[in-house]
């Protein structure tokens, strides 16, 4: 496995620009399923010769194809595997010719990789295989909306209801533009219930929350979905951080009446630094600065959890505020992460927890990776058996720009 190699261009490789206009308007009506052909004509009219999608399964451990007929390659020891990883192209020998694999990245979201044969590389078919990958990288995401196909095509065992139900409220597991990242992951992956995550960007702001909710069945995945929304109406509208508390106690007392959920809500100015958060009743967040855990900085005086009437209803919200350093990552989890037990009882505890996530990113990983890998220690501590939910969103401040 190697990078791509830097040649000399070269210019005379011809581009049918009316046929790649064609296909382009194409691309606007093609179904989901047709898009593995359409890749393969957009790769010709590039001078490519053909070009595969292969998409992220739901727990990030294969690289499926769009190809029915062809099996799924690892992440974890594969040169497309790598390039997933890595967010950057891999190369590797196809007998006569050289496979390149492309990162599919919409926006800050790891998609998958597309694989482009070609008989032979320069910076010309390296940068055409770089602009069908930011194409189909488009397309994916606009179609996986409605497509219950590519859906299916990205899952290895049957969903429970619960997490079928939730899952359509979720955001896509990373955002972030120059300045800031956020990025969440859960487990597990087809029987998720009382845990949830939302993240949105509204100009220079970051939205981040993080919720757990009572119980383990369709009424907690139901809490979390009404508190989800609840939050985004208020959130839309304008509101301020205790506005969209606010906006869930109320729908939760009057919808839920005998549901709760504990849970975090933060906003970043990404121009600024200031982190503003509300802890309703859970863990608190922790401040990773400078490859350590600054212990007590995000902490706040205990508050009831969202969703409770009557005289347990808190009067007000109490929002807390301080001033990020550039680099500095701010963890938000559940608590099934640090009880998660192997079979000795063992916990996997919270130093073990923020000790995995600082050296890997001192190691270099970017976010999102450092949480894939990050769920699935967790999950072979427990054997793959968790008791609880587990939801771990990690967002990062970087003013200057990408790290």
Request: net charge negative; aromatic share 4%.
């Amino acid at each position: 496995m190697s990078d791509p190699p830097r040649t000399s261009a070269r210019p005379d490789i011809a581009v049918d620009e009316s046929r790649l206009d064609e296909l382009l308007c194409e691309a606007q009506t093609a179904l989901p399923v047709e898009l593995p052909a359409l890749a393969n004509r957009c790769a010709s009219a590039l001078g490519l010769d053909t070009a595969l999608i292969y998409l992220v399964d739901l727990q990030q451990r294969l690289l499926v194809p769009l190809d029915e007929a062809l099996d799924p390659v690892s992440v974890a020891d594969s040169p497309a595997g790598s390039a997933y990883r890595t967010i950057s192209p891999r190369m590797t020998d196809a007998g006569e010719q050289v496979l390149v694999w492309m990162p599919l990245v919409d926006g800050a979201e790891r998609l998958g990789v597309l694989a482009v044969r070609t008989t032979s590389l320069d910076d010309v078919l390296l940068r055409r295989s770089r602009m069908l990958a930011h194409l189909f990288a488009m397309l994916i995401t606009s179609k996986r909306a409605y497509s219950d196909w590519l859906t299916a095509r990205t899952r290895s065992a049957t969903m429970a209801l619960p997490a079928e139900m939730l899952r359509a409220f979720l955001p896509p597991r990373t955002i972030g533009s120059r300045r800031c990242v956020s990025t969440a992951v859960m487990e597990p992956a087809y029987a998720i219930a009382g845990d949830a995550f939302d993240h949105s960007v509204i100009k220079n702001l970051l939205h981040t929350m993080i919720l757990d909710a009572m119980g383990h069945d369709l009424t907690a995945g139901l809490t979390t979905s009404v508190a989800m929304a609840a939050a985004r109406n208020a959130r839309r509208g304008g509101g301020d951080l205790a506005d969209s508390v606010g906006a869930v106690d109320q729908a939760l007392a009057e919808w839920l009446p005998d549901q709760f959920c504990t849970g975090v809500l933060c906003r970043l100015d990404a121009e600024t630094g200031v982190l503003r958060w509300v802890n309703c009743g859970h863990p608190p967040p922790l401040l990773i600065r400078a490859e350590q855990v600054l212990h007590g900085v995000l902490d706040s005086p205990p508050q009831p959890p969202i969703g409770l009437a009557g005289p347990l209803a808190p009067a007000d919200r109490l929002v807390h505020e301080t001033t990020l350093e550039p680099g500095d990552c701010v963890l938000l989890y559940t608590d099934g992460v640090v009880e998660a037990r192997d079979a000795d009882g063992a916990e996997f505890g919270l130093d073990r927890f923020t000790d995995f996530i600082i050296r890997s990113s001192a190691a270099g990983q970017r976010p999102a990776e450092v949480l894939r890998l990050l769920i699935h220690a967790i999950l072979d501590h427990q054997r793959n058996q968790l008791r609880d939910d587990t939801t771990i969103l990690l967002f990062e401040w970087h003013p200057e720009g990408r790290r």
